[in-house]
């Protein structure tokens, strides 16, 4: 199994994301309810002017890879949709996920895991960088192939309606930065890794 869990509800797999569950901490598990589909509404005709000169189109990853080359990010693509940056210390996955490959997902990993007997502390550290920091939701995900419990910051952003390129370039800067920054809390303030 890889380590970047898959997601269902992706336009690949054209099925709508239906719910599932999620492990919260240990074997207790919490139902998450399926995503409502909100009423589809379609865009102006013609958007105000950004005055750069530059139009609203929808997001693909061969727009985000460009981008990422402008911020001289480089990556690898998976040849599954999605685009792979790595750092020393971790990576992070660029990808379109929903029904229509309209959210913008940006996930990170530290390459460090966690033993399972310091799980409660993942959860303590996870749920306290959540509690202080508006981007990058943290997670602990599910048990690797030996047994050790992998870290995850994932910022998500629905772009249905498009966005111009100098709002995806800020959005991805914004998510490599937010995702370093993540990564050297969790070795250094949060002593985690």
Sequence with gaps: MPWWSWRPGTAADNEPDTGGEVAVQGTVRVSVPAQREPGRTSPPAELPSTGSGDQVEQVSLARIGKALDLLDIRFLADGGGSLLAMW???????????????????RARPHATVPPDWADRAYRIVNEWNHTRRFCKAYVGDPTERGQLPIYAELQVPLAAGAHDPLLVELLDCGAAVATSFVDWLHDEGALL
């Excluded at 996955?93 to 913008?104: A, R, V």
């Design 88 to 106: 020393e210390r971790h990576a992070v996955l660029f990808t379109l996920e929903g029904p229509e490959d309209e959210i913008l997902v940006m």
